[in-house]
């Protein structure tokens, strides 16, 4: 007993094992012997030492206690360890260790709650126990409690303790675990800290500190700790494997290199220590910094092992040296010529090198020796796939199932192997065996993968219930798998949720940044189904470069070529901005469909009959020849066999087929373009019924078929109908060039010019506006009085094509109503330089306008030579002759004008007058005039015109005539007008004598044109042959201050003045007159006279 208390357990054992073959009854002895060989880990003959004792005494605890120690150490005889302390407990119920034991022994049986109601006894039962048990139950209940989500109850008891040791390792690390699993970072960083302060000098305990460091991003402390272990390195080989491993799985792949190579030059490193170091690099994906410490280990092997030489193998590989790679692995195979292993990693090698056919010799050679080795047959399945033998592959893959089945059921290896089976099914087209294996294999949990594909091919044999049935089973598991995706989206684009489903297939796009071969497959389908074509093409592409490896893709992707090539074939019959289908196109899809035909007969295969299916649609659209009906009653085979029917001119075939599927849209759509040519209204109606069909307004061609109509109805000239329709395909549509410019045609048509010039504006702001759409804007631009916005575009036209001529033309055309005949007559010299005759007209006009005689005749008889007919260019030549005064040319020109047009508007006819009356006489111009005033009773001008020539023929009667007519007619005659005709009866009446009428007519006159000097004269005049004097005299003072520069008004009020003997006003008044007309001696006598009679007057 004393040489174990001092420790010295070996020299105690010797004493008591005497003591206690001397007498094996002794309590005591017997007890301390056994306790004596636990100290020395002798745990089998302490064990018997305490069975011998327990069943002498079997009343005492603590040989119980002991005998359960030794079964828990030594790892056997759990239930008897149980047992033991069940009955110390009994025995002894407040004893600390048996709780403690107990406790230790149902954690361990992950039986919490009894666990912590031990230690919860043990705790209670004996506080001032030595600090080792303290520390042991301590420890012991913060698992428990962590374990039961009580995490306070575990960092309050660890505290209690370590506040009692605060230097115990154990207890600071146990609390540092607590913390970080409740989350308290800030608690569980300071924790860190404290353990680095009691770690400074174990180097294994610094890099347990390092890659906690790490993980808890406490990059400060983590330099710490690499500082200090650069210090006091690691000695052992495992402290320099676990630190080298440390650096290289944070991606510090040299300094891990260089810790290791330190392992490579100490002779004395252990080959499995130097594995293991190159394996730790190459997990962390450094394969080339991991070959000279697995080259070091094969070097050190007496032989290496085939793990080794596997792994370095794979270094090679994964550094970019396939062949060192091949060739380790051929050596190997030399000292291990049956290494399953090394078999496998060769057959790897050669499929990374599509040597498929060596690899499939390894394949064969592990199933010659080891049929049951399901990942060689699962790498065989591979390499069949890879080499496009996919019935082999099948064959293999349902022997598998057979395999499975039968040995391991129920297992996710089979469910694997039902999974893969079902695939190779898919892939030669036979879903319903593909479905078989998926539903003949009843597993608890089924893989996800299982799940997904189920619910793949249910929805593609339209077993939608049972779709989603699977699809939400699969969402549990992984909700952003993108093929699931893809089925939420052909679910609700066949729900009639369009917008959603293109959302959710956006989301699964972005899911991930690169898919796999079934991923491609899955979401290039549900993109087929929402008909975004170009994504599908995209991604079914790299499955259609090689078609024998999954035929079903290829096929896809020959499926979308094709859907898209009869979708561009008929937006280019609607006019919509597409690329035709091409030649390459076409070769594209022949190509892609003779590779899968030869993938089936190659290997003796029947060509399904979706093949066969895609072959006869791109044989309708490539190479149409006669056909009696569609491939089947789907509406897309009716729709393209209706557009076959277009292309080949059978039209009278079209309605038949048409009732094979007579609720699709898409079939009456394609229906009304095959009649188009041949019967537009029932092409009309049956691009109605489209209408109506048509799910929503979101569908693809509901703007196209409004588009239709309205170029349906355009060729029945129903224009305001067209345009209606033309709207509403751009309301839908607003980018499509081709519908925007038929609209802006149809509106100038109908003299719509406000829609005319919004449709020019969308065309411009798609900088699609052609040189012809330009010129429509600027008509309608003009039409809406907007004649500036229409000069700038047609100035911005004539920049860009300055030899068109219309639009020069239409400037022309602009400044001659602004009369701007300078610019009016460049822009119609400058269309007439690019070929426009219809500026000819415009020039004569804008010379005419300036007052260029010699040009407007010279372009007026160019104009008359080219259209001799043209009365109005026989008009115009008269008007230059007119400018030139030149009446006998300008008399010729009219009468020629009237003769090509007797019902020639007035201004012609006055042009005559004024010719005849310059060529010849008034009389004859009179003469043709007067027929014209009660022709045109209305005309200002020419009533104007006749009774100035009456005037000046001197037939007064006439004069009066055509003025007592005028003013006795029910015309709105101007206010000058009348006021002329009263001046003109007024003068008549008054030569004739009649002044009192002539008085009337002058007052009339002067109520109408009060402003005139020349009425108020002819009154005054009037008033003084009727010697009304006063009068006359007033009249004139008005015309003298009408017109202050008339001499005769004011020597028409001197003689008033003079006769009424009011001889100081009379001498003002012929003094004035004398002064505007100084040459008169007639009124220097009469002012000399006036002078005179006012001096004898006044003496």
């Known amino acids: 007993k004393t040489c174990a208390a001092l420790h010295r357990h070996a020299f105690a054992a010797l004493y008591l094992r005497i003591a206690y073959h001397h007498d094996p009854a002794a309590c005591d002895t017997a007890h301390a012997y056994a306790r004596t060989l636990l100290a020395l880990n002798r745990y089998a003959e302490a064990i018997s030492v305490l069975e011998n004792l327990l069943a002498t005494h079997p009343t005492q605890a603590s040989p119980y206690v002991d005998y359960a120690f030794a079964c828990l150490r030594q790892g056997t005889s759990l239930e008897a360890a149980q047992q033991a302390l069940e009955a110390a407990l009994q025995l002894e119920p407040q004893h600390a260790q048996a709780h403690t034991l107990l406790g230790e022994l149902l954690a361990g049986q992950g039986d919490y709650p009894q666990a912590l109601e031990h230690y919860q006894q043990a705790m209670h ?13 301590t420890l012991g209940f913060a698992y428990v409690t962590l374990e039961l989500g009580q995490p306070e109850n575990a960092i309050a ?6 506040q009692r040791l605060p230097q115990h390792a154990s207890l600071q690390q146990a609390l540092y675990e ?9 608690e569980a960083r300071q924790q860190l800290e404290i353990l680095f302060t009691l770690y400074q000098d174990a180097a294994d305990n610094l890099i347990w500190l390092a890659e906690e460091a790490a993980r808890a991003e406490h990059t400060s402390l983590l330099k710490r700790i690499l500082e200090r272990l650069h210090q ?5 080989h495992q402290g320099l494997l676990r630190w080298g491993a440390f650096y290289a799985h944070s991606g510090e792949a040299q300094q891990a290199a260089r810790i290791f190579a330190r392992l490579i030059a100490d002779p004395q490193t252990p080959p499995d220590i130097l594995c293991r170091a190159g394996k730790s690099l190459l997990q962390a994906g450094h394969p080339a910094a991991a070959i000279p410490s697995l080259e070091a280990a094969r070097q050190r092997s007496t032989p290496p092992s085939e793990d080794l030489l596997a792994l370095l193998s794979t270094a090679y590989q994964r550094s970019g040296q396939p062949e060192i790679a091949l060739q380790v692995v051929t050596d190997a195979l030399q000292d291990h010529p049956l290494s399953v292993r090394l078999l496998k990693q060769a057959a790897r090698l050669h499929m990374a090198q599509a040597q498929t056919a060596t690899a499939l010799d390894y394949l064969e050679a592990i199933l010659t020796h080891a049929p049951d080795d399901l990942e060689a047959r699962h790498l065989l399945l591979e390499t069949l796939q890879q080499r496009g033998e996919l019935l082999s592959a099948y064959r293999h893959a349902r022997w598998m199932v057979t395999y499975l089945d039968e040995h391991l059921p129920r297992t996710s290896t089979c469910q694997q192997a039902h999974r893969v089976a079902a695939a190779l099914a898919c892939e030669l087209f036979d879903f319903q065996a593909a479905r078989a294996f998926l539903e003949n294999h009843h597993a608890e949990e089924p893989h996800p993968e299982t799940l997904i594909l189920r619910a793949e091919l249910a929805l593609h044999c339209d077993a939608e219930v049972e779709a989603v049935q699977a699809l939400q089973a699969a969402l549990a598991a992984s909700p952003q798998e993108p093929r699931l995706l893809a089925l939420q989206a052909r679910l609700l684009y066949r729900q009639n949720a369009p917008e959603e489903a293109r959302r959710l297939l956006t989301e699964a796009l972005e899911a991930a940044p690169g898919f796999t071969p079934e991923q491609r497959r899955a979401l290039g389908l549900a993109a087929i189904e929402l008909q975004d074509l170009p994504t599908a093409i995209r991604l079914l592409t790299p499955l259609a470069e090689k078609p024998e490896r999954s035929p079903w893709g290829a096929l896809l992707y020959a499926q979308a070529l094709i859907s898209q090539a009869e979708q561009r074939a008929l937006a280019s019959a609607l006019d919509m ?4 289908p091409s030649n390459q196109h076409a070769a594209a899809i022949h190509s892609t469909l003779g590779k899968l035909a030869h993938c089936f007969t190659s290997q003796d295969l029947p060509q399904p009959e979706a093949l066969l299916h895609w072959e006869k649609r791109a044989a309708m659209l490539f190479s149409p020849q006669a056909e009696s009906a569609p491939p089947s009653d789907d509406p897309d085979d009716v729709a393209a066999y209706l557009m076959f029917l277009r292309h080949t001119n059978q039209p009278e075939m079209a309605p038949k087929a048409a009732r094979r599927a007579p609720h699709a849209p898409l079939v009456w759509l394609q229906l009304a373009l095959t009649l188009e040519a041949s019967t537009p209204q029932e092409a009309i109606q049956a691009a109605q019924r489209a209408l109506q069909l048509a799910p929503s307004r979101s569908w693809r061609w509901y703007a196209a078929t409004h588009y239709l109509i309205a170029r349906l109805r355009l060729s029945t000239h129903a224009l305001k109908e067209a345009l209606a329709s033309l709207e509403e395909a751009l309301a839908l549509h607003p980018r499509e060039v081709i519908w925007r410019r038929k609209a802006l045609q149809v509106a100038h048509a109908c003299d719509l010019h406000p829609n005319a010039a919004r449709h020019a504006e969308a065309l411009a702001s798609m900088q699609a506006l052609s040189s012809d759409d330009a010129l429509l804007l600027a008509d309608a631009q003009r039409a809406l009085g907007n004649p500036q916005a229409a000069l700038e575009t047609l100035t911005t036209l004539t920049s860009e094509h300055p030899q068109h001529a219309d639009a020069w033309y239409r400037m022309a055309a602009i400044h001659a109503t602004q009369q701007n005949w300078a610019e009016c007559a460049r822009c119609a010299e400058r269309a007439l330089e690019h070929g426009s005759t219809t500026a000819l007209r415009l020039r004569v006009q804008a010379a005419l306008g300036m007052g260029d005689g010699h040009a407007a005749r010279l372009r007026a008889i160019q104009l008359t030579r080219q259209i001799p007919q043209d009365p109005e260019a026989w008009y115009l030549l008269a008007q230059a002759h007119r400018l030139r005064e030149r009446p006998d040319l300008m008399l010729e020109a009219i009468q020629k004008a009237l003769a090509l047009r007797p019902e020639a508007p007035l201004d012609w006819h006055l042009l005559h007058i004024e010719a005849l009356a310059s060529a010849k006489d008034s009389q004859t111009a009179l003469r043709i005039a007067l027929p014209l005033v009660q022709r045109f009773p209305e005309s200002e001008d020419l009533l104007h015109l006749a ?18 007519n005028a003013l006795q007619s029910t015309a709105s005659f101007s206010e000058a007008l009348r006021a002329e005709l009263h001046l003109a009866a007024g003068q008549v009446l008054h030569r004739r004598g009649q002044l009192d009428q002539a008085v009337y007519h002058l007052t009339q006159a002067v109520e109408h044109r009060p402003e005139s000097p020349e009425i108020w004269l002819a009154l005054g005049q009037a008033y003084e042959t009727r010697r009304e004097y006063h ?11 009408l017109s202050p520069d008339d001499a005769l008004p004011y020597e028409r009020a001197g003689l008033c003045y003079k006769a009424l003997k009011d001889y100081p006003r009379a001498e003002r008044a012929i003094r004035h007159a004398v002064s505007l007309a100084q040459t008169d001696v007639r009124l220097q006598r009469l002012l000399a006279s006036l002078t005179a009679l006012n001096v004898v007057h006044h003496a």
């Open 1031 to 1041: 009068r006359a005299a007033q009249a004139y003072e008005q015309a003298c201050a």
């Open 232 to 236: 006091i390195p690691p000695e052992s």
């Open 577 to 580: 901005h597409v690329e035709a």
């Open 157 to 162: 008891a660890l505290q209690a303790l370590i």
């Open 947 to 964: 009774i100035t020539l009456a005037q000046q023929s001197g037939a007064l009667e006439q004069v009066l005539t055509l003025a007592q």
């Open 125 to 137: 039962a004996s506080p001032e126990w030595d600090s080792e048990w303290q520390v042991r139950v």
């Open 178 to 186: 607590a913390y970080r699993k409740t989350g308290l970072l800030p």
